[in-house]
């Protein structure tokens, strides 16, 4: 039998989002959160294409799907990928204890920032993870560069 | 006749939507994200109360408003309160070029830091705005600290 940590497991989850985001013609990016007891809270995946919403990346998804809540410090955010500035910073604003990272090979966000202020961080450097954004950008580099606010690659 | 300042005019317009969110038992706080030519491109408020969506804050409200973009290096943010971290993290991953701030008396988000990586930043330091968040926060004391997710005040 493989061995699974528990973080894989989770992780799987925000996978499964990724998958649904990008079956639905979507930017393949899931996330999920978690109680301490592993509960899971809310679920959730970019969707800029499918709802023309911008501001819907998937922590932001997962985070909503969770409803309001007045405390934070034990949950666990879940992402296939490092969170933008704008997705770390709801993790930071929120106080969100702890974070795991399907991989930060193909976007490296505000991951370090949030250990430097005392989220526990995990980085997975998942295989599977990698392989789905790396083909998603190479097809598909002008939304991708939309969804992280990069304008001087779309004039390029 | 009073001499009204253009930031001061734009702030006009995240001031009414402060209003309109305590109209509706929200939290007064307003956004509005603006072109450089002083275009209103999308408008919003906190909606954590009206909408049960903790991810609803004004100025990720007034950002989906104004719908998927490419290039928002020069837009203007303008809100009532200093952004959160969250907010902050949206101006900064987007690049949005410029950020008008009502107050930052009552609450200090993450404008110094936004200053520190190039958004041309203005502090107005309005009135209306400290009021209206002196009065909000000494009323609703939970709400406030939910909203930002400060936890510890809550079991106080």
Do not use: K
């Amino acid at each position: 039998m493989t061995s699974v940590t528990p973080a894989q497991e989770l992780l799987d989850v925000a996978y499964e989002e990724a998958l649904h985001g990008l079956a639905e013609g979507g930017i393949p990016i899931g996330a999920a959160l978690f109680d301490a007891d592993g509960t899971l809270l809310g679920r959730g995946r970019n969707r800029r294409v499918q709802s023309g919403d911008p501001s819907v990346h998937a922590e932001t998804d997962a985070f909503r799907a969770a409803g309001r809540r007045r405390d934070y410090r034990r949950t666990t955010m879940v992402t296939t990928l490092s969170p933008c500035w704008y997705c770390s910073g709801l993790i930071r604003q929120f106080g969100i204890g702890s974070l795991i990272v399907g991989e930060s090979q193909t976007f490296s966000g505000g991951h370090d920032w949030l250990a430097d202020h005392g989220v526990a961080v995990t980085v997975l450097q998942d295989r599977r993870c990698v392989d789905l954004m790396t083909q998603f950008i190479a097809e598909h580099p002008a939304l991708w560069y939309e969804d992280i606010g990069v304008a001087d690659e779309l004039e390029a």
